[in-house]
C-alpha cells in the first residue's frame, strides 16, 4: 500500500496513529540535528519531521539529501506540533517519519513548484506537467471539473442525453477554416476535424432524440487571436419541438443554475436585447452591462454647426465618463493618443468636460456653444463632472472604436467587477453578414439557421436586411453561447445555399444527407452551445482560457511540450497519397 492517507488528510484527530504517505518532495528544512520536509500531493502539504533522537540520524541524514520533487514514502506516528500553523489545514500536526523509502528521484525543475513561480510563461507551457502541480493550474483544473460536472447533471436531469458524434467527419461551415485528415485507404480524400457537431446534433433531431447534449471538443484552423485555441470544448445542445423561447428559458435555467452552484450568486434578471440595440446602445453585440457609459447619438445636436467633421460623418456618438470632468489635459491626450491606436483607429476624439457649476469646456468651443453642449450632455447622459468623448466617422467603424473606449475606461475606473455577474440575451441577429472584400453575403450565425418568420421573401430583394432566428448569450462582455432556430425544411434550405452562393450540385455534395434527412419526418428544432472554456474561464473570475486547460497551445497554435504540429516522415506522407513538392 503506498499511503494510508493523502497529504492534506491528517488533522489533530489523528495524533498517535500510525500512517503511510506518498507524494512530492515540496521544501526541506535543515536545521542540524532535526530536519522538516513538506511533502506534497493534489491534496495538500503535510509536515514531516526527521529528528536524531526521537528517530535515527541515518534517517535524518537521507532526508537531508532529498532533493525537490523526489518522490518519496514515508511511514510514522501523527504528532501534535509545537508551533501550530494556523494557515494550513494539515498546519495542527506533523508525522513523525519511522521509515522513508525514494520512490522516483527528480531531476531539478526548472521553475520553482510555488503559488508564483519564478518560472516564465514558456518554460512552464514546455513543462506544463510541472505546472499543473502548482496550485493556480491544479485548482482551475478542478474547479473546471467541478463546473463540468454541474452542467452534465443539470442537463441530465433536465431531460437532455449526452451523444458522442464523430470528429472525423464532412466540413461543416462555422465560419471557419477545417483541419483535415488525410485518409490512408481513401487516395486523395480526406476527413475534416468538426466545427462543431451542427449537422450531427441536427440529425439526432430527426432520430427523435429531442434533447441532446455533449461536451465536446471542437476544432478551427482560424488565425490565432490573443486568448484562442485551435481546439477548443463546447457544451453543445439542441432541442425539437421548441421555439426560441423554450430554448432561451432552458438555457436561462442552466446558467442560473451555475452562477448558483458555482458562485453562489442569485441571478435572476436576463434582459433581452436585439442586436440592433445592442449595436445602436453599446456598439457591441456582447455588451457588458454591468455598468452604464451607454452610447449617445448626437447627429440631431452636432450637426448644425461649421464643424466639417461631424457634418460629413455617418455617425457621431459619445459617451459620458463618470468623474472624467478632473482629467487633466496631459490624461485626456493620452486618451486621445490610445484611441488613435492602430488597434482601435480612431482619427481624434472630441471632448466636453462637464463642470460642477453647470458650465461646459470642449475642444470644440469655437463651434459649439453652451446650449449645444448641454444637448449633448443630455443625449449622452453625462452629469456635472463627467467627461463626454465624442467620436464619428462610419457607423460601424466608430461604434467599435467608441464600445472599445468604453471597456478602456470601465476598466479603468474599476467598473468591471469580476465578482459581479450580468447576463443578458442578444437576439434577433442579421441572418446574413457583407463580405466587404468579396461583396458577397455569408451567414452570420451558420447556414442552417433560420430567418425570423415571414422574412424569407426579402432574401432576394434586401438580404442585409433580414433577421435570424438567432441568439446570443452575454456574460460581462463576453459571448458565452450562441445558437438557433433551425430551417428543418429541404426547400427552404437549399434557398438558404442558394443565397450563400452554393450552386445545387455544391449543396448537394456537401449537405445532401441533411437535405435528404429532411425529408423524412425533421421536427422544428433548435439549439444552443455554449464555449465552455471561456464559460469556465469567467466564472473562475479570470481573463484567459489557457489557465483552465490542462495542455493548451500557444498562440502559434503549437503544442511547445510535445512539439506539434510537426514534420511527418516520406513513409508516412507516402502512405496518405500526400507530396509535399506539389
Ligand atoms: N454550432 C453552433 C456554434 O458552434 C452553435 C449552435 O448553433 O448551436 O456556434
Keep these: 500500500m503506498y499511503r494510508s492517507n493523502t497529504c492534506g488528510a491528517l488533522r489533530a484527530s489523528d495524533t498517535n496513529s500510525i500512517v503511510t504517505l506518498s507524494g512530492w518532495v515540496h521544501k ?19 509536515q514531516l519531521v526527521f529528528d536524531q533522537d526521537r528517530t535515527s540520524s541515518e534517517l535524518l541524514d537521507k532526508a537531508r539529501e532529498l532533493g525537490r520533487e523526489t518522490v518519496i514514502q514515508v511511514k510514522g506516528e501523527v504528532i501534535e506540533r509545537a508551533s501550530k500553523n494556523p494557515n ?10 519511522t521509515e522513508l523509502q525514494v520512490l522516483n528521484e527528480s531531476k531539478l525543475p526548472p521553475f520553482t513548484i510555488e503559488d508564483e513561480t ?6 512552464r507551457m514546455k513543462y506544463r506537467y510541472l505546472d499543473i502541480r502548482r496550485n493556480p493550474v491544479k485548482e482551475s483544473l478542478i474547479f473546471r471539473h467541478k463546473v463540468t460536472m454541474e452542467v452534465r447533471k443539470y442537463l441530465s436531469e433536465a431531460g437532455f442525453i449526452e451523444v458522442e458524434t464523430p470528429y472525423l467527419i464532412k466540413s461543416t461551415p462555422e465560419g471557419a477554416r477545417d483541419f483535415l485528415v488525410p485518409s490512408r485507404m481513401n487516395e486523395g480524400q480526406f476527413y475534416a476535424l468538426p466545427q462543431s457537431p451542427q449537422t450531427f446534433k441536427q440529425l439526432l433531431m430527426v432520430g427523435g432524440m429531442d434533447k441532446y447534449f455533449q461536451i465536446v471538443k471542437c476544432f478551427r484552423d482560424e488565425d490565432l487571436r490573443a486568448d484562442r485555441q485551435p481546439e477548443f470544448t463546447q457544451i453543445d445542445c439542441e432541442m425539437a419541438f421548441v421555439e426560441q423561447e423554450d430554448i432561451l428559458n432552458a438555457f436561462e435555467g442552466l446558467t442560473k443554475y451555475l ?18 440595440e445592442a449595436m445602436s446602445r453599446f456598439g457591441n453585440d456582447k455588451p457588458d452591462i454591468r455598468f452604464g457609459m451607454e452610447f449617445g447619438e448626437l447627429n440631431a445636436v ?5 464643424f466639417n467633421v461631424f457634418n460629413s ?17 496631459k490624461e485626456i491626450d493620452k486618451l486621445i493618443d490610445w484611441v488613435r491606436r492602430p488597434q482601435v483607429g480612431a482619427k481624434g476624439m472630441v471632448y466636453v468636460k462637464c463642470n460642477e457649476d453647470g458650465s461646459f469646456k470642449s475642444s470644440v468651443d469655437k463651434f459649439y456653444d453652451q446650449e449645444d453642449l448641454g444637448k449633448w450632455a443630455e443625449v449622452t447622459q453625462a452629469k456635472a463632472g463627467d467627461l463626454i468623448c465624442v ?5 460601424n467603424q466608430t461604434r467599435a472604436q467608441l464600445s472599445a473606449l468604453r471597456m478602456e475606461l470601465a476598466q479603468r475606473l474599476g467598473l468591471r467587477k469580476p465578482d459581479e455577474f450580468a447576463p443578458l440575451w442578444v437576439i434577433d441577429f442579421p441572418l446574413l453578414e457583407l463580405d466587404e472584400e468579396t461583396g458577397t453575403y455569408h451567414a452570420m450565425h451558420h447556414p442552417f439557421t433560420s430567418p425570423k418568420p415571414g422574412q424569407l421573401e426579402l432574401l432576394d430583394s434586401n438580404p442585409g436586411d433580414v433577421k435570424a432566428n438567432a441568439y446570443d448569450l452575454v456574460l460581462n ?12 425544411d429541404k426547400e427552404i434550405q437549399a434557398t438558404m445555399f442558394k443565397h450563400l452562393g452554393f450552386t445545387p450540385e455544391e449543396a448537394k455534395e456537401q449537405f445532401g444527407f441533411l437535405m435528404d434527412a429532411f425529408q423524412y419526418g425533421a421536427p422544428p428544432h433548435g439549439g444552443i452551445a455554449f464555449g465552455l472554456d471561456r464559460l469556465v474561464a469567467i466564472l473562475g473570475g479570470q481573463e484567459t482560457i489557457r489557465d483552465f486547460i490542462a495542455f493548451p497551445k500557444n498562440n502559434s497554435g503549437r503544442d511547445v511540450m510535445i512539439d506539434a504540429p510537426a514534420h511527418i516522415d516520406d513513409e508516412q506522407l507516402k502512405e496518405l497519397h500526400l507530396r509535399l513538392d506539389l
Design 28 to 46: 526541506v528544512r535543515d536545521k542540524g540535528f532535526v530536519a522538516w520536509v513538506d511533502l506534497r500531493d493534489r491534496y495538500g502539504i503535510t
Design 88 to 97: 494550513m489545514p494539515t498546519g495542527d500536526i506533523e508525522v513523525l517519519v
Design 118 to 123: 519564478d518560472g516564465g510563461e514558456d518554460i
Design 259 to 276: 452562477l448558483k452552484e458555482i458562485k453562489g450568486i442569485d441571478v435572476s434578471d436576463f434582459p433581452r436585447i436585439t442586436y440592433d
Design 302 to 306: 452636432a450637426q448644425h454647426k461649421d
Design 313 to 329: 460623418a455617418e455617425l457621431v456618438v459619445g459617451i459620458a465618463v463618470p468623474g472624467g470632468a478632473s482629467y487633466t489635459r
Design 391 to 395: 467620436l464619428s466617422g462610419d457607423t
Design 477 to 488: 462582455g463576453n459571448e458565452i453561447g450562441g445558437g438557433s432556430i433551425r430551417i428543418h
